[in-house]
T-cell receptor, first 111, second 114 residues
């Protein structure tokens, strides 16, 4: 069964702290895609990153970095030096036949 | 470049009525997907259209239907509304289907059924 687990329901940090959001997925397919989206209070899901199952190269983009490990079926997301504007709900998603989202992690960054 | 546009933004309907939601994708995008977001069930996939054909369907009753037009605009219809259909309905567009290209979301239509 296709499944995405975000074990952290809520995380609260103080501005400038680093924070890692965890995502574990399950799929039987060998070809699949993984995503991270951010949902601010306005409601619109903002695309952050997409990775395919053949691309395990991890990446750093500004304050964001991703750690994709097929061996542990994990696709974690890290924000370095968090800012108040990073406060949002973050969703991890898996796409093979259809799209399945995790339950989301609500990140609150306090000044 | 305009983003994904969903109309209306807010809607209040009565139980038993039907509703049609509209989604205009980003220009050039041919794939449109629909999702339902509720506090209890989270984000759930409804269906995906590509070039006017439904490619995938989530686990929702037949009261939920959709279609895509030749200009890639899509509509979603819910008939015989129930209180549990109250949700934020999100539409996403992408250039290709299957997750090959990233999907961009609209701001959603918040439907309240009373």
């Amino acid at each position: 069964a296709q499944k995405v687990t975000q074990a952290q329901t809520e995380i609260s940090v103080v501005e400038k702290e680093d924070v890692t959001l965890d995502c574990v997925y399950e799929t039987r397919d060998t070809t699949y895609y993984l995503f991270w989206y951010k949902q601010p209070p306005s409601g619109e899901l903002v695309f952050l990153i997409r990775r395919n199952s053949f691309d395990e190269q991890n990446e750093i983009s500004g304050r964001y970095s991703w750690n994709f490990q097929k061996s542990t079926s994990s696709f974690n997301f890290t924000i370095t030096a968090s800012q108040v504007v990073d406060s949002a709900v973050y969703f991890c998603a898996l796409r093979d036949n259809d799209m399945r989202f995790g339950a989301g992690t609500r990140l609150t960054v306090k000044p | 470049k305009a983003g994904v546009t969903q109309t209306p933004r807010y809607l209040i309907k009565t139980r038993g009525q039907q509703v049609t939601l509209s989604c205009s994708p980003i220009s050039g995008h041919r794939s449109v997907s629909w999702y339902q977001q509720t506090p209890g069930q989270g984000l759930q996939f409804l269906f995906e259209y590509f070039s006017e054909t439904q490619r995938n369907k989530g686990n929702f009753p037949g009261r939920f239907s959709g279609r895509q037009f030749s200009n890639s605009r899509s509509e979603m219809n819910v008939s015989t509304l129930e209180l549990g259909d109250s949700a934020l309905y999100l539409c996403a567009s992408s250039f290709r289907t299957g997750g090959i290209t990233e999907a961009f979301f609209g701001q959603g239509t918040r439907l309240t059924v009373v």
